[in-house]
Structure formats: C-alpha cells, structure tokens
C-alpha cells in the first residue's frame, strides 16, 4: 500500500509541475494572442487536470479518507519523511499553479473586456446616428430637409 500511494504522490508532484509549465506557455500565448494555440493548449491542460483528478482519487480510495500525514505516523521514519516530502512538493506545486492560473484568467478576461470595448466602439462608429436613416424597403433615404416655398417657386 505504502508503493502504491509513494507512486501516485510521486506522479502527482510531477504532473503538478509539468501544469505549471503548461499555464505559463498558456499565459505567453494569450499575451501573443494566438487563438487557436490557446485552444489546443487549454485541451492539454484540461487533461492533465483530469489525470491528476484521477490520481487523487486514488489515493483517497486506497488511505480509506485518511489524510496522508496521518497515515504517514504509523510508517517507518525513512518511508514517512518520503512521503511529507512528496507532499510538501505537491503543495507548493499547487500553489504555483494556482498562482498562474489565477494570472491567466486575469489575463484572459483582460482581453475580453478589450474586445468587447473595441467591438462596442467600432459598432457605435458603424451605426447611423438617427434611426430613421433607413426606408421600409431597406435602402437609404434621403434627409428630409425642409425647403423654403418662395426659393423653390412654390408657395
């Protein structure tokens, strides 16, 4: 039991850091604002997070839901110092990622708000200023200005 909760630590410490590695590409690519790459690395990340899901999960199966640290004291000394050394990796990893996530998601509705603000500003350019500019049959029509009777002959 002792292997199999060693390995998965282990697997998840370094999926922990390999994510890391992948949401700071994540975050160069937004910055060049690469769309598509953006899209094909979030696929990456989601499945490295469903991986390390999995791995978790293990673990809290295999441990009965107690907490690694807890079944760390009835372990030998050098097996236990193992283990709260995986851990202790995990959770700094953890907090790394959530750091540079927490950047992304900042960065990414950054570009959001920009967007919309140049769509919104380029619509407002685009739309004609009164709203009877168009005719029923969809084409322009004329500005009805008001002509003086005696300049135009009639009265």
Do not use: W
Not at 55 to 82: H, M, W, Y
């Amino acid at each position: 039991m002792y292997q199999m909760i060693h390995d998965s630590l282990f697997r998840q410490s370094k999926a922990l850091a390999v994510l890391a590695h992948l949401l700071e590409e994540e975050y160069h690519i937004l910055l060049d604002r690469d769309a598509q790459a953006v899209a094909a690395q979030e696929f990456s990340i989601q499945e490295l997070v469903r991986q390390l899901a999995v791995e978790k999960t293990l673990v809290i199966k295999t441990l009965n839901g107690v907490r690694v640290l807890e079944f760390c004291k009835g372990l030998p000394e050098d097996q236990a110092q193992s283990l709260r050394e995986l851990f202790t990796a995990i959770d700094k990893n953890e907090q790394l990622v959530s750091r540079q996530a927490s950047r992304n998601a900042q960065l990414s509705l950054a570009l959001l708000d920009q967007s919309s603000r140049n769509l919104k500003a380029i619509t407002s350019q685009l739309t004609p200023a009164t709203g009877d500019t168009y005719g029923r049959r969809g084409g322009m029509r004329r500005a009805s200005v008001p002509q003086a009777a005696i300049l135009s002959g009639r009265l």
